[in-house]
């Protein structure tokens, strides 16, 4: 069964205090890791998708990187406008279609 | 701007009614997801869809929900009869369901639901 594991589950940055998000997966074949924002009150709004074991993605102030156990999201010199609840997926191999198992999530709060 | 369209945005019935969701995925898009996100459970995913074709729908309670497609640009999902645990924000998602960039989902904003 494929497993995705978020760490932390709540962070809070003061502005411009960079960190990282970590996504923990467990996938037999994994065909790619995606990652979403959340805001409160709005679906998943989606970020990056990485392939392969040492693909990064960047994207204004984030990036994300991949490696066979794990995905990182680094956060830059953040602003408040980044606070959301940031989501990680997995899409195994043998599935069929585009099914994706997610995360719990990190809540992120970035503090003026 | 292509966006994912859900209706009702919010809901709220008593127990033992029928509630029907609707959503209007992206033009072009071939693939249909219904999720459900709760504070407990996350993001679940319930039934997807490719061409219209159910393809799984394991994530559902069979005895009380459904979901279908009746055309490329409407899918539903259908609690019958609701119970208070149904509270929850339905999602729906689409995507192209190919290789490459187009195995992203985008999602729609949502029905909150509340069974009373």
């Known amino acids: 069964e494929d497993q995705v594991t978020q760490s932390p589950e709540a962070l809070r940055l003061q502005e411009g205090e960079s960190s990282s998000l970590n996504c923990s997966y467990t996938?037999?074949?994994?065909?790619?890791l995606f990652w979403y924002r959340q805001d409160p009150g709005k679906g998943p709004e989606f970020l990056f998708t990485l392939y392969s074991a040492g693909e990064e993605k960047e994207k204004e102030r984030l990036k994300a990187t991949l490696t066979k156990k794990e995905s990182f999201l680094h956060i830059t010199a953040p602003k408040p406008e980044d606070s959301a609840t940031y989501l990680c997926a997995v899409q195994a191999k043998e599935t069929s279609g585009s099914r994706l198992t997610f995360g719990e999530g990190t809540q992120l709060t970035v503090n003026p | 701007d292509a966006r994912v369209t859900q209706t009702p945005r919010h809901k709220v019935t008593e127990m033992g009614q029928e509630v029907t969701m609707r959503c209007q995925p992206i033009l072009g898009h071939n693939t249909v997801f219904w999720y459900r996100q709760t504070m407990m459970q996350g993001l679940e995913l319930l039934a997807y869809f490719r061409n219209r074709a159910p393809l799984d729908d394991s994530g559902m309670p069979k005895d009380r929900f459904s979901a279908e497609m009746p055309d490329a640009t409407l899918a539903t999902l259908k609690i019958q009869p609701s119970e208070p645990r149904d509270s929850a924000v339905y999602f729906c998602?689409?995507?192209?369901?190919?290789?490459?960039?187009?195995?992203?989902?985008?999602f729609g904003p949502g029905t909150r639901l509340t069974v009373t």
């Open positions: 998602a689409s995507g192209l369901g190919v290789r490459g960039p187009s195995y992203e989902q985008y």
């Open positions: 996938v037999s074949g994994l065909r790619g």
